[in-house]
């Protein structure tokens, strides 16, 4: 399992090299959805290995990659010194506007000119990244945050991340000046987790037509039972396979409202 771990490390750590912005846009977002699922199984691999740390590393590189990666062209880059500043935002500006062939077009020598000159774009904007990370204080421009830095957004109180995939469901406690706790949440399964997320997304799909026509016929139409009795046993799952089982390991009382 430990060489299974290095593995799955392995593949997230080159997913940026997969979808780079030389390649086409939807081919970039289904290397991207593809990596946030192995992202995930590496993640519950690692805490099988009783790695919590490093499964928290591994989702916000997951995370980071799949959510930031357009962000990353629209950014004003505003802490690097001016010169590559100049040609990151040129760079960045002429890679967002995707690749430059006229619509319709069929000639195959405009249509591999603009290939090779949007694969030149992205590897001068990879070479300015990594110059900038060569400067003091910046190692870590553009790179997804370290425990280290996640654990700092816990000084109000501890964080918990849910991590679900066929494999299995856990919560992680994340708390100041602690290791992360992680708890297996057997009773939370993909299956259930699919059906409740059909089941919610019809209630309040309904509850929204319903709020529409309350307010173009100024009529109250209250939410049909069978949908708020499947909702409700939504939330009642939620509460015994998910919250019941972190409120004991944080040792907090339920009140009474």
């Not at 849910?162 to 100041?176: D, E, G, H, Q, W």
């Not at 997304?201 to 009795?229: C, G, I, M, Q, Y």
Request: charged share 25%; hydrophobic share 40%; aromatic share 6%.
């Amino acid at each position: 399992r430990e060489r299974l771990l290095e593995v799955y490390t392995a593949m997230v750590d080159l997913l940026p090299r997969v979808a780079f912005f030389g390649v086409d846009l939807p081919s970039r977002l289904q290397s991207l959805s593809i990596g946030h699922n192995i992202s995930s199984v590496a993640a519950s691999c690692a805490l099988d290995l009783s790695q919590p740390k490093k499964a928290l590393d591994i989702l916000e590189q997951g995370r980071a990659i799949f959510w930031t990666h357009g962000l990353r062209l629209r950014s004003q880059f505003d802490d690097i010194p001016e010169h590559l500043r100049r040609q990151l935002l040129t760079l960045s500006n002429q890679l967002e506007q995707g690749f430059d062939v006229p619509e319709g077009t069929s000639d195959r020598r405009i249509i591999e000119h603009a290939i090779a000159r949007r694969r030149q774009q992205s590897e001068a904007f990879d070479s300015l990244v990594n110059e900038v990370r060569c400067l003091d204080g910046l190692q870590r421009f553009m790179l997804p945050a370290e425990f280290a830095s996640l654990s700092e957004a816990t000084k109000r109180g501890p964080i918990v991340v849910l991590l679900s995939n066929p494999r299995a469901c856990y919560a992680m406690i994340v708390k100041r000046k602690e290791d992360p706790i992680a708890i297996p949440l057997p009773l939370l399964t993909e299956t259930w987790l699919t059906d409740s997320s059909s089941t919610w997304r019809s209630a309040t799909d309904e509850s929204r037509s319903t709020s529409n026509a309350n307010r173009l016929s100024l009529k109250k139409v209250p939410l049909s039972v069978e949908h708020e009795r499947r909702a409700k046993l939504v939330l009642d799952g939620l509460w015994q396979k998910v919250v019941w089982p972190i409120l004991c390991v944080l040792g907090l009382k339920v009140g009474c409202f």
